[in-house]
Structure formats: structure tokens, C-alpha cells
């Protein structure tokens, strides 16, 4: 077990990234309390003033960085007529900035602004040797595979990062039928383990959408995702079998509450990356995958 002391100077760290200290419109630092939230930015109307936040959270200018944030900011002001949110689309997937480089998808948002008389989206045309009518549609894909629409909504996600590594293709963007009877399972259960239900729920969702069949390409299993080796350590008999698995999952969990501290975000990043690679790194490991994993569930409790 880590010592809890181990771990607060990350939390120091992630309290100020979580914004402590944010910009404000006026470029000055201002409290957490007077900061906007990204809930409050997506939900504004003004087109310039969306594209101005999503550079500072494609950036991480006074927030955390977060480049599906920032998508979703230039979506929507892309679709009020932003040339210059389009051409950031662009150069977001020009740059391969939300996963795979996607010239095409760049060129397309590229051609948008151009047909405002963006110069420099111009200019990244002629470069990416795109001419006449774009390929594809000029859509907002997110960095997990899922798409925002035009008022900065988010359609569905159609893959999610596997437990302890790898990328499952799991579609989410329908509810599983399973839902309904792993969440009846997952209630009755949680309280055995002191966890909240709704914590359960959530990281079901991102690890397997409710599935009982998934597998990833790394050999996570089942609904919670567990790895043969950590259904083996916490008594799991057959992986497969839905209430075997959760309560393997759940068993872990708890454990990694006892091993952090009940720091929540190190608990997520544990079962994702393994508890090895968090005390390696102090807090959060800086992996991707690791950090978009926490940070949907965090989304979907908070």
C-alpha cells in the first residue's frame, strides 16, 4: 500500500490544473468561482468568443488542455459561421491532433474556411494537394473516435480506451440491451464493497458499453474489463460469468481505494494503467489514453 503522502503534491498539482487558476476573457487570472466552466462556455452564442476559448483549451491557456473541449467549442462555432474555427478544425486533424492524422477530414475543413476567404486555409489546401470538392464531409470527430454535432453536443463515441491498455472498438453510440440488468446487478452489489454504484456504472460504460462479451486487443474481459491475471488475484473463476466479473472489478476498485487514499482520479488511472505506472508517476500517468479514460468517467459522475 502507498502512502497517502506520497501522492499530495500531485494533488496539488491536479487541484490547479482543475482550475484554481483559470484566464479569464480579459486575459488576467482570475478565482475558480468567477472562471467559466467549459458546461457554460459550450452553451455560448457568440461565435468569436467560442473560438477564443477553444484555442485556450486546445492550448491548456489558463485551463487544462483538452483538445475534445476544444472540437467541441469549434463545432459549434464553426457552425455560427467561425472561418477561423473551421480552419483550427483543420489544423487539428491536419496535425493529428485528436488521434490519426486525417488529411482528408483536414482538407475538409479547410475548404470550409476557404470558401470565406480564409487565406491561410487557402494556403494549407494548396499544401495538403487538395483541389475542387472535398472527399468527405466536413465532420467533428473526437479524440476516442466519437463526433461532436453543431451545437457542441457529443452524438456518441463508437470506441472507448480498454482496461490496463489497448483500444477496444466497442460502438457506443446505442445503449446495449445488457444495461438495464447490469445496472439492477450493479446496485444490488456495490453496497458489499463500499462503492458508490453510479462510479461502477460509469466506468462500465467507457470499458465495455455494457457489453458482456467485449475483449479487447490487450485480453481485457468482460464487462468491467479485467485482465485474466487480476480476475485470478481477486477470486474471478469465470471471467465471463457478468456477476463474477463486476464483483472482481468492484473487489479491485476497493482495493485501489485502500492502495490511494481514495483518491479518485488515481483509482481510475490505476485500473486503466496499472497501479505501478501511477506510483511511477507521482499521480496520473501522461498517457493519453489514461487521461481521456479518467476524465470521461469524471464527466459522467459529475
Known sequence: MY?????????????L???????????????????ESFASVIKGGDARALEAWGRRFE?????????????RIYCKAAAKGSALASY????????????????VLAAAWFHRAA???????????????????????????????????AKGGIVGPTR??????????????????????????????????????????ALIEVESNFNPHARSPKNAQGLMQ???????RFGVRNIWDQEQN?????????WLMRCFGGDLELVLAAYNAGEGAVERHDGIPPYAETQRYVRRIMERLN
Not at 501522492?7 to 487541484?15: H, N, Y
Not at 483550427?88 to 488529411?103: E, P, Q
Not at 494549407?124 to 468527405?136: A, H, N, S, V, Y
Not at 479485467?226 to 485470478?232: F, K, S
Open 160 to 201: 472507448g480506451p480498454a482496461g490496463r491498455g489497448g483500444v477496444r472498438q466497442v460502438a457506443i453510440t446505442r445503449e446495449h440491451p445488457a444495461k438495464g440488468r447490469v445496472a439492477q446487478l450493479v446496485r444490488r452489489l456495490a453496497p458489499e464493497y463500499r462503492l458508490n454504484p453510479d462510479l461502477v456504472l
Open 246 to 254: 463486476i464483483r472482481g472489478g468492484m473487489a479491485y476498485l476497493r
Open 226 to 232: 479485467l485482465m485474466p491475471e487480476t480476475a485470478e
Open 3 to 15: 502512502p497517502v503522502a506520497v501522492f499530495s503534491a500531485a494533488r496539488q498539482r491536479r487541484a
Open 17 to 35: 490544473g482543475a482550475g484554481l487558476l483559470l484566464i479569464g476573457l480579459a486575459g488576467g487570472p482570475v478565482s475558480a468561482v468567477q472562471a
Open 59 to 71: 492550448h491548456g491557456e489558463g485551463v487544462e488542455r483538452n483538445i475534445d473541449h476544444a472540437i
Open 88 to 103: 483550427h478544425l483543420g489544423w487539428i486533424y491536419a496535425n493529428g491532433r485528436a488521434g490519426a492524422r486525417d488529411d
Open 115 to 149: 470558401q470565406q476567404n480564409d487565406p491561410h486555409a487557402k494556403r494549407m489546401l494548396e499544401r495538403l494537394g487538395q483541389k475542387g470538392k472535398p472527399r468527405r464531409a466536413a465532420v467533428c470527430l473526437l479524440s476516442d473516435g466519437g463526433r461532436a454535432n
